[in-house]
């Protein structure tokens, strides 16, 4: 008889939970993977995916605007956002139904609950229990709105996808990821949306003239953005959510009312009610489980990966830790070897109108860390916009570490630059410098050429 019921516990049915459960049952191992709402996780549910969906949706307005300028006439059609969000809900419970058949294939068990841990090795869900030699914690987080009079009227990302009725007009608290992507979103779509953040400027730890840019982007799509500023508190009146600031300085009321208030103030991780207490799991700052670079917690044979480590916290992090543990306990797959992560050069795109597309070091890190650097920028109208009638300006910047001449950061506001940007990061991750830079040839015409075609430094 076996020891333990799995080789392989996993906790959580998110981005990092399948991956690791579905490769490690492919490896061989006995795996189950416990999960209390729909299998995805995050990503899948309320982030990532319905995110881009709505994103799409957004940019048609624009679309619809700007070909008049190529020609086409009659009136923008009108958003029904209940077939939106019906077909939104419909590729997400296929994409449900395909998780569960990635990990159904391989032999993974699912067990649908809430699960905690009774004790290192066994693992409670609801009235059943099960014992594991290893455990992955991937429960991921969860939305953190702070401690404002009022608190009970606003909503978080979670909520905002199902939405009844349409918001007409918008309240954004935060100036991070979800902020600023929901701000372009719903202002796309058609709310009248305006972001409250209590820094001078949006996207905090991104380059600076990145942050400029995009807030002068996203007020000329229509966004108000009120920034130096803070909520007081939030009353319920007949005529909606009447928002009360703290710092009424010049060119800001000193309350408004809106439909809708939607705080992005950042997320925590998912420990409560885990019994990680029981199992001897130890947390670190602000509530996250402390891991080695092999993802032990204090545990050795009981992992966590993604969200609720609160280092990066991206899908495609979440996956490639995960892909760490498996080959650490089960072996890489076969010709390969064991896969390490490593935090530095990783690309990541915010889906604000327009995109944000990045990888590397904002040119302040750069300094910071390499210390002399030269700065390569471009400012321009894209090609596209000549007839459109947009005002729209894309930026591009290039950070290079003089010693060695390597790109070591590579910057974009404007159409797609989630999808410029990745192949880059190739080319970043393999060190090229600047001279590999001026050597490629360009596509023409395109707004990504201008990568390679950036020959005079505006600082050095
Ligand atoms: P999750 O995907 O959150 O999975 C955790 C799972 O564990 C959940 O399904 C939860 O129900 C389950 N769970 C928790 N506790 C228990 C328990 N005790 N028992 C059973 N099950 C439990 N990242 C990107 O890379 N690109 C994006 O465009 C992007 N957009 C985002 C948009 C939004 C609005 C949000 C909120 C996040 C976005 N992210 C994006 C971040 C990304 O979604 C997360 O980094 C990723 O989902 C983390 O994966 P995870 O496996 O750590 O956790
Ligand atoms: P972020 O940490 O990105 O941003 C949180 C924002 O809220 C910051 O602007 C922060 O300000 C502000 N804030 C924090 N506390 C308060 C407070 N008490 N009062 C007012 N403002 C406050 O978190 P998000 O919630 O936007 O997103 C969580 C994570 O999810 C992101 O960091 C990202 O890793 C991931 N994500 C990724 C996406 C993508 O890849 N496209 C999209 C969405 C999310 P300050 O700057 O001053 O700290």
Redesign the pocket.
Known sequence: MPAFDFDLFV???????VRAARMAAQRGAKVAV????AM????VN???IP??LYSYAAHFAESFEESHGFGWKGEAPTLDWELLRTNRAREISRLNGIYVQLLETPGVTIVR????LNDAHTIAVDNQTFTAKNILI????KPVVPDIPGREHVVT?NEMFDLDPFPRRLLVVGGG??AC?FASIFNGLGSQVTLIHRRDKLLTGFDEDVRSFIASEMAKTGVNLQLGQEVAGIDKTTDGLLVHLKNTGQGSDASFVVDTVLYATG?SP?TA??GLEAAGVALGKAGAIEVNSQYQTSVPHIYA????TARV??????LGEAMVVVDALFGPATGKAARQMSYDFIPT?V?THPNIGTVGYSETAAREKFGKVTVFRSDFKALKHTLSGSTERTLMKLVVEDATDRVVGLHMVGPDAGEVVQGFAVAMKAGATKAIFDSTIGIHPTAAEEFVTMREPVKG
């Open positions: 906790i959580g049915g998110g981005s990092g939970g416990a999960e209390v709402a995805g996780g995050t990503c309320v982030g990532c995110k881009k609950g809430w699960a905690r991937a429960t991921g987080g990302s990821y979800i992507e997320r998912n009610e885990l990966v993604g969200d609720v916290q991206l899908t495609p992090v979440a795109a889906f």
